[in-house]
């Protein structure tokens, strides 16, 4: 009992730790799927309005694409924190922040990130 403790204690913490937060689970076959081609990228970030802007570390592939897997029946604002920086890439559909910056726009309607 006291290891199962130990465990979600430590599993708790790292949660804490990385200021990360997670997305909603997603059914097979639902979700949207994001990536960047940012092999150089040390750790990539993703904000969205999904979950009021915590950050979600995004997971890097072997080939250096970085992606994420969200709902698809949702729609929501985003943008990318690559290495420290803020980064928007070519996207159909943005729109300008409150601070003077850009993020793009997914839209269940379009089907596209």
């Known amino acids: 009992m006291n290891q199962i403790r130990t465990l979600i204690i430590l599993a708790a913490a790292a949660w804490i ?4 937060r997670p ?14 081609d940012l092999p150089e990228a040390k750790e990539v ?3 969205s309005s999904l979950n009021r802007y915590e950050p979600v570390l995004m997971k890097k592939t072997f080939f250096g694409i970085w992606e994420i897997h969200l709902p698809e029946d949702i ?5 990318f924190r690559v290495d420290g920086s ?3 890439p070519e ?3 943005q729109q300008t922040d409150d601070w003077g910056g850009c993020q793009c726009i997914y839209s269940p309607e379009t089907q596209e990130p």
Request: proline share 9%.
């Open 45 to 47: 970030i993703f904000l």
């Open 75 to 79: 729609a929501f604002e985003y943008f």
């Open 91 to 93: 996207c159909r559909l």
């Open 23 to 36: 997305i909603r689970a997603l059914p097979p076959g639902h979700e949207v799927h994001i990536a960047l």
């Open 17 to 20: 730790i990385t200021g990360c």
């Open 86 to 88: 803020p980064y928007t």
